[in-house]
């Protein structure tokens, strides 16, 4: 039977990465992310909300980057898989532990909350030598497209 083992995660960090090292020197962070889902209740009919705090763990270049730009409550998408680990504390107790061990993490802008804020500094730039296009040469039209 074929496995697949692929998280997708969309939150705001609940606290700041912890970076370490490795005595391989590798760096690595850990945080944690929450990810809200709103629902409505069928029988009140009221909306309600719960929230999962997901820990993750970034290994690398990834890891220096998200501990020098990422703070308490910066909104990132995280791409990765889950792992579960488990390990014995010094009085003797068994603990255990799932974890997303992250492949990818992207830094995700935040809404100007007031009309003074500008966050377009934060926001990824074409580099200045490119031109972007609307539409890439080749692309089919509505009509060539079968559904």
């Known amino acids: 039977m074929a496995n697949f083992n692929k998280v997708m995660l969309m939150g705001n960090l609940t606290r700041d990465p912890e970076k370490r090292y490795t005595k391989g020197d590798q760096p690595v962070a ?3 992310v ?8 069928r029988q009140t009919g ?5 929230v999962a705090f997901v820990p993750v763990v970034v290994w690398g270049k990834q890891a220096e980057n998200c501990s020098q ?3 308490k409550g910066s909104p990132v998408f995280i791409e990765g898989r889950l792992q579960s680990r488990s390990w014995e ?10 974890e997303v061990i992250a ?9 100007p909350k007031r009309s003074g804020d500008d966050y377009s500094q934060v926001a990824e730039a074409a580099p200045p030598d490119e031109e972007i296009v609307e539409d890439p040469p080749n692309t ?3 009509d060539d497209v079968p559904f």
């Not at 504390?89 to 799932?98: A, E, I, M, P, Y």
């Open 30 to 32: 850990r945080f944690s």
């Open 89 to 98: 504390t010094s009085d003797g107790q068994k603990r255990n532990t799932l």
């Open 140 to 142: 089919p039209s509505e």
């Open 69 to 71: 730009y990422l703070q």
């Open 103 to 111: 492949s990818a993490v992207q830094f995700l802008n935040r809404a």
């Open 46 to 50: 009221e909306k309600k909300q719960i």
């Open 34 to 41: 929450a990810c809200n889902r709103t629902y409505t209740d």
